[in-house]
């Protein structure tokens, strides 16, 4: 088994970084090389602009190099409580703006050239427990009478043809996609090279300072100063942007890859070939690959550490969960375990703004794969004040209370979940 994201392993390494040291004069430079940073510079570089990337590690190297590859369209949450939380209008204006990041997507995939796999291949919600099947037939109601026609609900025996797993229903969402995330990242990247961007990798900024309207900002290879900076770091945001820290919660999410399914065991665990993701609040999310693994995740333990031992610690729990679901697969060979961590906000909705002389786009909470490429592009175009489309403008930000970029409270959270679990 190979501790490594699959997406990393069987994506082409992207050629194009800056060499030499980091330096120069931009009108904008992006802090963190994912779907955000690299979505924006693209936007950025079209649009004329001179922009700089600054990644610490490696293009995708973060969750847009980690994920499970499902880009759902819709809320990835409840729309009733949605409209509860941030009342009607925006709640709607969110549901859209994912729906159109898939959209954002496939147009980009096909203008660039990006040879990844996209398909609108549809999600479906699994009930888990009788009684989730009724609160998924409420949503749906609610969410097909009023913003995405685009959907249906599957009885138990509809779900057969679907899912070889006895789930009591569903809702599908027919919109949804999936694709090769690694491919995508590095075609995402050398688009935003090709139209001017540069980007350098291994250069994580340890410092930044503003003077009058412009900023300063310092990496182990050099510095640069722009006249805007976004932050689009994630859950792996440093220190140096405390702000963010105390908003946004790195939780680890941990995936396996099975090795190639025959297809005789396609035909018996995914015969619909959709992204599915289950009901409970400690779930499991899957999907196959294009060389048709199982790529099964989930949080698995509740940790802010991804490394080998703790990715290996829940490969260890997501294979008994999956042995659970599809016991057909209870000996399958295991080929990959990996793991990384996702950008929780408390209420779990992204944000995105300007704070303090900084842009920054952030806190998907798990849902980010579709909605980041799309955000990093509205915020390029709040920076170069073309048009305002920020469905997050405004919204309310407070820090999460007690917390200062270590979530120390996460096996509260883990126990909190496990008892709702039990109960619910
Ligand atoms: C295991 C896992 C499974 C997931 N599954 C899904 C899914 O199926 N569907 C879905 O919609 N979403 C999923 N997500 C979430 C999704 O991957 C993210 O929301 C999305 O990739 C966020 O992209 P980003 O560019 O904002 O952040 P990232 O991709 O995390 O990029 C941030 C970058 O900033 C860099 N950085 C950090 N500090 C510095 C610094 N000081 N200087 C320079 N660079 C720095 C990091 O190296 C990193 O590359 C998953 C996430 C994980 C971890």
Known sequence: MKFLSYWHDTAPAFAGAAQGPVEGRFDVAVIGGGFTGLGAALQLAKAGAKVVVLEAEKVGWGASGRNGGHLNNGLAHSYLAAKVELGRERAIALYKALDDSIDTLEALIAEEGIDCNFRRAGKLKLASKPQHFDAIARNFEAVHAEVDPDT???????????????????????????????????????AAQRHGAMIFEQAAVTEHRQAGRRHHLKTPRGGVTADAVLVATGAYTPSIFGYFRRRIIAVGSFIIATRPLAE?????????????????????????????????????????????????????????????????????????????????????????????GVWYAMGYSGHGAQLSTHLGMIMADAILDRSDRNPLKGLEWPAVPGHFGKPWFLPFVGMYYKMLDRIQ
């Not at 009885?155 to 679907?162: P, V």
């Not at 396609?266 to 060389?291: E, Q």
């Not at 995740?297 to 659970?324: M, N």
Request: proline share 4%; charged share 20%.
């Open 152 to 190: 249906a609900l599957l009885s138990a025996y509809d779900l057969k043809q679907e899912v070889g797993a006895p789930f009591f229903g569903a809702m599908l969402s027919k919109k949804s996609a999936v694709m090769h995330m690694g491919r995508y990242v590095v075609g995402l990247a050398e």
């Open 264 to 356: 005789a065991e396609i035909a018996a665990t995914m015969p619909g070939n959709r992204t599915c993701v289950t009901s409970m609040n400690i779930g499991n999310y899957f999907r196959l690959s294009p060389d048709n693994r199982l790529i099964f995740g989930g949080r698995a333990r509740f940790s802010a550490t991804s490394d080998q031992r703790s990715d290996a610690k829940s490969g260890a729990i997501l294979q008994a969960s999956l042995a659970e679901i599809f016991p057909q697969l209870a000996n399958v060979e295991i080929d990959y375990c990996w793991g990384g961590l996702v950008d929780m906000t408390k209420d779990r909705f992204p944000r995105a703004g300007y704070h303090d």
